[in-house]
């Protein structure tokens, strides 16, 4: 069984992987880039740890950025373990929902709960857990804290069925979305909502993986004929997307965390 550790840089990711996995673990490079590959056999002999590199979102900016997303196309991946910076909860969202779209049994390590303490954001795990439909385990992986509760928490995903998780993107983007879909064929593998809403978003590794089924000129038409149908809203698909993410995201903030008392300086 894989598992995969995914979330944005400097969220705990590494000193989570670490106590997540037995001594042994396999360090190389990712296929084509400079980036540090690492593996490790998860406690209890669960599975395969997969550590990608830490990202904000799974449309790649550079090639680097692009192993996750790759990892995500290519793999056979049984289990996502997204790290989520609890003090930085809005901008970690966002990568969270494109994982969650993704649809694979996923589990969110909320880390530096800490860290989000002593800025006195509360946040209800419980709350958050019930709106994305998946658990939330809080935790501090400088200390290891919680990461029991994690380690218990895997086997019962890996059997898991999950409800695809879905933001509604508005009625033009969303019929967009369903004419990709129907262009795929059936037998196909992965996730096509999530390729459908990714190639909207611009993202190269899925629009290749796309142009293997559908002719380019066809999807470059359905790209530029939805993006004009939604001009008056946004400059472009991508920006469009951002802007219906950020409002779902806003939502979620204020419907599980609370800022309990005013910190004068934050301290991360
Ligand atoms: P990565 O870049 O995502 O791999 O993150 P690292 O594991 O390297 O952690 C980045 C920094 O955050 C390090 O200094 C860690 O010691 C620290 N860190 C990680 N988890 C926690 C946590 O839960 N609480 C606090 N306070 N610091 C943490
Ligand atoms: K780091
Ligand atoms: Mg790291």
Sequence with gaps: MNIALAG???????SLFNILTDSYEYVGNWAGVTVEKKMGVLKNNLGTLVDLPGIYSLNPLSK?????????????????????DASQLKRNLYLTLQLLE??????????????????????NHEKLAKKLACPVIPIVAR???????????????ANKKTTPFRVNYGDILEEAIEKLIDLLPSEM??????????????????????????DG?????????????????AKSLPQYIHLRRGQWIEQIIQDCVIQTKQVEKTIT
């Design 189 to 214: 593998d992965l996730p096509k909502r999530w390729l459908a809403i990714q190639f909207f978003e611009g993202n190269t590794p899925v629009r290749h993986t796309l142009a293997k089924y559908i």
């Design 102 to 123: 993704y649809g694979n049994p996923l589990l969110i390590c909320l880390n530096m709960v800490d860290v989000a303490e002593s800025l006195g954001l509360q946040i």
């Design 64 to 84: 680097d950025e692009g192993v996750a997303t790759n990892y995500l196309l290519n793999e056979d991946v049984s289990i996502i373990l997204n790290i989520v």
């Design 143 to 157: 200390t290891g804290e919680g990461c029991e509760n994690l380690i218990n928490e895997i086997p019962d995903l």
């Design 217 to 233: 000129k066809e999807l470059d038409t359905l790209y530029k004929e939805t993006e004009a149908k939604l001009a008056s809203k």
């Design 8 to 14: 944005n840089p400097n969220t705990g990711k590494t």
